[in-house]
């Protein structure tokens, strides 16, 4: 009877750790991780700090995946009238809120309390402020505006700042370039997942703009525009000193590359033009970053 029990709870137990990482969103929260490196080594001059640097990722990890629990909790009813997202442990009712809250709330405060202590705490206020006005501005407006995506994009592009004050303990206008590059590539990143799902989201009363731009004309030529304005800001840190002629060629190659997919888009907007606009936006940013970071001066 208790080797039935037992072999019973191993599986549901494992079930259930693999429903608090996804609570946590492991994709989005690895992307953020990877923005915070490339603040961090670009911030950093002369031997680079690997513990310093170990304490940096951990702590914005944890705030990252306390964020992104908090929006699903937040959001759980939305999620269960969506059907890519229907089957989150939430809405599929894997997981009670009680304890999603609970998961949420010590994964943000251990973060923000780990960055102050380890890192320092102008990075945890950083993190901190992050994670508030995504939660409270970002995830009501969801349901209000089309200017969501912009107001999501401030806190979305804040990992670069996280990274660059924990290796240097200020910010400088090098590090809100980087800033920038993230803010605009949100655009593109965003709104071609919105016009894939808009179907989605309009079930969901959410007011994404491809759910009222039925054409998707606006949306694809918003893309572009956004992406557009992208290409000469990725040149910026070559004329700041920050990189050299590998990193002003090669961003000058991605930006062109990325730059007609959201064209070919705009003209002639689809699902699948969207799909491409999506798989070049997850290609374009640490491309960039890399040759950033390869190119380092």
């Known amino acids: 009877m208790s080797m039935r029990a037992h072999s019973l709870t191993a599986p549901s137990r494992h079930a259930a750790w693999l429903d608090y990482c996804e609570l946590a969103k492991p994709e989005v929260t690895s992307l953020v991780v990877v923005s915070a490196l490339a603040g961090f080594y670009l911030g950093s001059s002369g031997t680079l700090d690997w513990v310093q640097l170990f304490h940096t990722l951990f702590g914005t990890a944890l705030v990252s995946g306390g964020t992104a629990a908090f929006n699903m909790y937040l959001e759980r009813a939305d999620d269960a009238r969506m059907r890519r997202t229907a089957q989150r442990p939430l ?109 989605d989201y309009a079930r969901a009363e959410m007011q994404m703009l491809p759910v009222v731009d039925s054409t998707g004309r606006a949306t694809g030529w918003q893309i572009a525009f956004y992406t557009f304005l992208l290409l000469p800001l990725g040149l910026v840190p070559a004329a700041l000193g920050m990189a050299g002629g590998v990193y002003l060629w090669g961003a000058v190659a991605l930006g062109v590359a990325f730059l007609w997919v959201t064209l070919r888009a705009a003209l002639q907007p689809s699902n699948l033009r969207a799909k491409w606009v999506l798989h070049a936006s997850v290609a374009y940013l640490p491309l960039l970053l890399g040759l950033l970071m390869l190119d380092k001066r």
């Open 91 to 199: 809405p599929a009712g894997r997981l009670k809120p009680r304890a999603a809250f609970a998961y949420a709330l010590a994964l943000t405060a251990s973060g923000v309390l780990y960055l102050g202590a380890l890192v320092n705490w102008l990075s945890a206020a950083i993190a901190f402020a992050t994670w508030a006005s995504y939660l409270f501005l970002y995830t009501p407006l969801k349901k209000r505006t089309v200017w969501c995506t912009a107001v999501g994009a401030f806190p979305g592009a804040a990992p670069p700042l996280i990274g660059w004050v924990a290796a240097r303990g200020g910010l400088s206008a090098e590090a809100w370039v980087l800033y920038a590059v993230l803010f605009l590539w949100q655009f593109p990143h965003f709104l071609s997942i919105a016009w894939m799902y808009r179907e």
